[in-house]
């Protein structure tokens, strides 16, 4: 090949490889707006990614003071909705982590709603004796989070996203505060 045909391909390779790593580039950073979401790591294997968001259900449940909440009061922020019970033992050993983990990314809004028939007064007593009284105090005595979300066994905790959408869930005890999970709940895009 002469001098002169390859000086004339050079700019051409050149704007070949320009387009593909800005093509590249775009693709990436689509995917990453396009679902903010990422893989947990290994001490969150129960937490299974949606294909796509869910829309969560419009159920109520009471606080402390015996006032009404939904799940729509947390748009904003990255929630983590817990549903436990006093006589669920795999529960009972998660609180102490879910507490930690609400201490440690505070931009992550931990709904930790105990769903059996216990009152209000001993959900405090139970969560502050199992060293989780660092969780807001939330009870739904009906059990109507439970229906409305499928749950066929607790603890069963849903990751909801700022727009107030189910983008992924954990049936069964996760490892909340591991340093790998603290830090993927830390990674998550504080505003959507």
Excluded at 1 to 9: A, I, T, V
Excluded at 74 to 94: D, I
Aim: aromatic share 6%; proline share 7%; net charge neutral.
């Amino acid at each position: 090949m002469g001098d002169r045909l390859k000086l004339r391909l050079i700019p051409l390779a050149i704007a070949v490889a320009a387009g593909l790593a800005v093509g590249g580039g775009v693709a990436v950073l689509y995917g990453m707006i396009a679902k903010p979401v990422h893989a947990p790591p290994a001490a969150l294997a129960k937490l299974r990614l949606e294909d796509k968001p869910i829309a969560v259900p419009a159920v109520a449940f009471s606080d402390a003071a015996g006032a009404r909440h939904m799940l729509a009061e947390f748009k904003g922020h990255y929630v983590l909705l817990n549903l436990w019970a006093t006589w669920c033992a795999p529960c009972v050993r998660e609180l102490p982590a879910l507490a930690r983990l609400a201490g440690a990314d505070p931009g992550l809004k931990i709904v930790a709603v105990n769903v059996g028939r216990s009152s209000v007064a001993d959900t405090a007593s139970f969560l502050a004796a199992h060293q989780a009284k660092a969780l807001t105090v939330y009870v739904d005595s009906n059990v109507a989070l439970e229906r409305a979300f499928g749950a066929y066994g607790l603890p069963l905790s849903v990751l909801i996203d700022p727009k107030g959408e189910e983008v992924a869930r954990a049936v069964g005890p996760a490892e909340w505060d591991a340093p790998e999970a603290i830090a993927y709940f830390k990674s998550l895009p504080k505003e959507e």
